[in-house]
Protein backbone atom coordinates (compact mmCIF):
# COMPACT_ATOMS: atom_id res chain seq x y z
CA UNK A 1 0.00 0.00 0.00
CA UNK A 2 0.96 3.89 -0.05
CA UNK A 3 0.39 6.23 2.03
CA UNK A 4 -1.43 9.25 0.84
CA UNK A 5 -1.86 13.06 3.02
CA UNK A 6 -3.39 15.82 1.88
CA UNK A 7 -3.37 19.24 1.98
CA UNK A 8 -4.24 22.32 0.69
CA UNK A 9 -7.50 22.84 1.81
CA UNK A 10 -9.42 25.83 3.20
CA UNK A 11 -11.74 28.55 3.05
CA UNK A 12 -12.57 30.41 -0.11
CA UNK A 13 -14.99 32.95 -1.41
CA UNK A 14 -17.06 32.10 -4.68
CA UNK A 15 -14.77 32.40 -7.70
CA UNK A 16 -11.73 31.87 -5.58
CA UNK A 17 -8.87 29.32 -6.29
CA UNK A 18 -6.87 26.64 -4.44
CA UNK A 19 -4.34 24.34 -5.15
CA UNK A 20 -4.66 20.32 -3.36
CA UNK A 21 -1.55 18.98 -2.83
CA UNK A 22 -1.24 14.67 -2.31
CA UNK A 23 2.07 13.45 -0.98
CA UNK A 24 2.63 10.03 -1.54
CA UNK A 25 4.85 7.71 0.49
CA UNK A 26 5.38 3.81 0.98
CA UNK A 27 6.07 2.65 -2.85
CA UNK A 28 7.50 4.41 -6.05
CA UNK A 29 5.18 6.74 -6.55
CA UNK A 30 4.73 6.55 -10.75
CA UNK A 31 3.61 2.56 -10.24
CA UNK A 32 -0.30 4.12 -8.93
CA UNK A 33 -2.57 6.14 -11.37
CA UNK A 34 -4.51 8.86 -9.02
CA UNK A 35 -7.52 10.29 -8.65
CA UNK A 36 -9.26 12.85 -6.61
CA UNK A 37 -12.44 12.69 -4.82
CA UNK A 38 -15.00 14.72 -2.73
CA UNK A 39 -17.48 14.08 -0.39
CA UNK A 40 -20.07 16.70 0.00
CA UNK A 41 -22.42 17.24 2.99
CA UNK A 42 -25.43 15.17 2.99
CA UNK A 43 -23.65 13.35 -0.71
CA UNK A 44 -22.06 10.32 -1.40
CA UNK A 45 -18.09 10.53 -2.40
CA UNK A 46 -18.24 11.08 -6.24
CA UNK A 47 -15.66 11.15 -8.72
CA UNK A 48 -13.68 14.66 -9.43
CA UNK A 49 -10.17 14.15 -11.63
CA UNK A 50 -7.95 11.32 -12.57
CA UNK A 51 -4.35 11.24 -13.90
CA UNK A 52 -2.01 8.24 -15.57
CA UNK A 53 0.66 6.94 -14.01
CA UNK A 54 2.89 9.15 -16.28
CA UNK A 55 0.49 12.03 -16.37
CA UNK A 56 -0.59 11.46 -19.96
CA UNK A 57 -3.50 10.49 -19.52
CA UNK A 58 -6.51 13.03 -17.54
CA UNK A 59 -10.26 12.40 -16.50
CA UNK A 60 -12.70 15.13 -14.97
CA UNK A 61 -16.12 15.20 -13.82
CA UNK A 62 -18.15 17.11 -16.38
CA UNK A 63 -19.01 19.20 -12.84
CA UNK A 64 -15.38 20.37 -12.33
CA UNK A 65 -14.15 20.25 -16.09
CA UNK A 66 -12.57 23.35 -17.40
CA UNK A 67 -12.19 24.64 -13.66
CA UNK A 68 -9.86 22.08 -12.01
CA UNK A 69 -6.76 20.41 -13.18
CA UNK A 70 -5.29 17.56 -12.12
CA UNK A 71 -1.39 16.90 -12.45
CA UNK A 72 1.35 15.18 -10.65
CA UNK A 73 4.97 15.41 -10.41
CA UNK A 74 6.69 11.47 -10.12
CA UNK A 75 10.03 13.25 -9.04
CA UNK A 76 8.24 14.92 -6.17
CA UNK A 77 5.79 11.67 -5.23
CA UNK A 78 2.83 14.36 -5.44
CA UNK A 79 -0.34 14.84 -6.87
CA UNK A 80 -1.87 18.45 -7.46
CA UNK A 81 -5.18 19.52 -7.79
CA UNK A 82 -5.72 22.88 -8.69
CA UNK A 83 -9.16 24.80 -8.12
CA UNK A 84 -10.32 27.93 -9.94
CA UNK A 85 -13.69 29.58 -9.82
CA UNK A 86 -14.53 27.51 -7.29
CA UNK A 87 -18.34 27.61 -7.08
CA UNK A 88 -20.48 26.95 -3.07
CA UNK A 89 -21.05 23.45 -4.83
CA UNK A 90 -17.47 22.39 -4.62
CA UNK A 91 -17.77 22.57 -0.79
CA UNK A 92 -17.15 18.85 0.55
CA UNK A 93 -14.03 16.69 1.85
CA UNK A 94 -11.30 16.18 -0.95
CA UNK A 95 -9.45 12.55 -1.18
CA UNK A 96 -6.82 11.27 -2.85
CA UNK A 97 -6.71 7.96 -3.81
CA UNK A 98 -4.34 5.42 -5.67
CA UNK A 99 -5.27 2.88 -8.24
CA UNK A 100 -3.49 0.60 -10.87
CA UNK A 101 -5.42 2.88 -13.70
CA UNK A 102 -6.71 5.52 -14.07
CA UNK A 103 -10.55 5.04 -13.78
CA UNK A 104 -13.80 7.12 -12.39
CA UNK A 105 -14.69 4.44 -10.29
CA UNK A 106 -14.52 5.18 -5.92
CA UNK A 107 -14.15 0.91 -6.43
CA UNK A 108 -10.91 0.87 -8.26
CA UNK A 109 -8.77 3.12 -5.80
CA UNK A 110 -7.11 0.53 -2.57
CA UNK A 111 -5.67 3.56 -1.05
CA UNK A 112 -6.96 6.56 0.37
CA UNK A 113 -5.96 9.66 2.25
CA UNK A 114 -7.27 11.25 4.91
CA UNK A 115 -8.85 14.11 3.04
CA UNK A 116 -8.95 18.04 3.78
CA UNK A 117 -11.59 20.17 3.91
CA UNK A 118 -12.41 22.91 0.88
CA UNK A 119 -15.37 25.35 2.11
CA UNK A 120 -16.59 28.01 -0.94
CA UNK A 121 -18.89 30.73 0.75
CA UNK A 122 -21.00 32.28 -1.37
Known amino acids: QVQLVESGGGLVQAGGSLRLSCAAS????????MGWFRRAPGKEREFVAA????????YYADSVKGRFTISRDNAKNTVYLQMNSLKPEDTAVYYC???????????????WGQGTQVTVSS
Open 26 to 33: GRTFSSYA
Open 51 to 58: IGRSGGST
Open 97 to 111: AASTQATISTLDYND
